[in-house]
T-cell receptor
């Protein structure tokens, strides 16, 4: 069965520093992978997704993630953190196929950005 | 504006008092789903619906009911709430035509406290 593990429930960086949020997945089939962001008091928004093709995926707000099959990873990065990036981030994988597949979410990582 | 609307945003109730959380989307999406979010557990799916009159259990359906009489609405019903259902709830929707890698649109959430 598909699953995701996010390493680190809290990550703290200084403004302008590199952001790295880690996600490892388990899947018996080629995975569809997602990163969602949740800003305070809001629902989740899609940051980026990987389905097929190019393994480096660019998303909104300067974020990108690289699918590495050999490492079963899909880490999220941003070269320079901004205060507005403070939020909770969820990695997710599709479980199942066809239209009935559902998202399996990781536990979430809270990103704190210090001035 | 494309959106998923949940009501209420906050709800405090007592054990055993039936309640309904409403969810409505204006994007003509076939697929709708309910999740609960708990610290350290990420989001877990409660129920989902592929279309009108078609609903199915997710990972944590016990103590919940849903209905899908109209395409736009997908209410979550707690017939006899218990304290372990205290959680943050999200409704989400997406298209189904292109498969499971379609983006999920989330509501802003309902914080439920059962005393």
């Amino acid at each position: 069965a598909q699953s995701v593990t996010q390493l680190g429930s809290h990550v703290s960086v200084s403004e302008g520093a590199l952001v790295l949020l880690r996600c490892n997945y388990s899947s018996s089939v080629p995975p569809y992978l997602f990163w969602y962001v949740q800003y305070p008091n809001q629902g989740l928004q899609l940051l980026l997704k990987y389905t097929t093709g190019a393994t480096l995926v660019k998303g909104i707000n300067g974020f990108e993630a690289e699918f590495k099959k050999s490492e079963t990873s899909f880490h999220l990065t941003k070269p320079s953190a901004h205060m507005s990036d403070a939020a909770e981030y969820f990695c997710a994988v599709i479980h199942g196929s066809g239209n009935t597949g559902k998202l399996i979410f990781g536990q979430g990582t809270t990103l704190q950005v210090k001035p | 504006e494309a959106q998923v609307t949940q009501n209420p945003r906050y709800l405090i109730t007592v054990t055993g008092k039936k309640l309904t959380v409403t969810c409505s989307q204006n994007m003509n999406h076939e697929y709708m789903s309910w999740y609960r979010q708990d610290p350290g557990l990420g989001l877990r799916q409660i129920y989902y619906s592929m279309n009108v009159e078609v609903t199915d259990k997710g990972d944590v359906p016990e103590g919940y009911k849903v209905s899908r009489k109209e395409k736009r609405n997908f209410p979550l019903i707690l017939e006899s709430p218990s304290p372990n259902q205290t959680s943050l709830y999200f409704c989400a929707s997406r298209r189904t035509g292109a498969g499971t890698n379609e983006k999920l649109f989330f509501g802003s959430g309902t914080q439920l406290s059962v005393l």
